[in-house]
């Protein structure tokens, strides 16, 4: 099992930006597929982004793309969603989460993951 503690969650007005980050422990999370999903109150967890294991691919949903932008630092094992001009709709709470199948590209699927960080809340105030 990965462990994943993802930071950098808060409130921001609308327009503003949040870094978000996730710390995954082990030797091999150059190997992983990462991604981010959010859920809001009263929905269903989302797709945000993902990244393949090397870093070379990735992929959004429509709504956050070109706003969005996930990246991943294998010597620091830690993967990054930068986001910008955020809006209302984007506040939820922030998982990370790992594909411990080695070398595969990114999912938009929750299910193709294995391990999920605790979450971190971002609000964004019109």
């Known amino acids: 099992q990965v462990q994943l503690v993802e930071s950098g969650g808060g409130l921001v007005q609308a327009g503003g930006s949040l870094r978000l980050s996730c710390a995954v422990s082990g030797r091999t999370f150059s190997r992983y597929a990462m991604a981010w999903f959010r859920q809001a109150p009263g929905k269903e967890r989302e797709f945000v982004a993902t990244?393949?294991?090397?870093?070379?691919?990735?992929y959004y949903v429509d709504s956050v793309k070109g706003r969005f932008a996930i990246s991943r630092d294998n010597a620091k094992n830690t993967v990054y969603l930068q986001m910008n001009s955020l809006k209302p709709e984007d506040t939820a709470i922030y998982y990370c989460a790992v594909n411990r199948a080695q070398f595969r590209s990114g999912s938009t699927n929750p299910y193709d993951y294995d391990d999920w960080g605790q979450g971190t809340q971002v609000t964004v105030s019109s």
């Open positions: 990244i393949s294991w090397i870093g070379g691919s990735t």
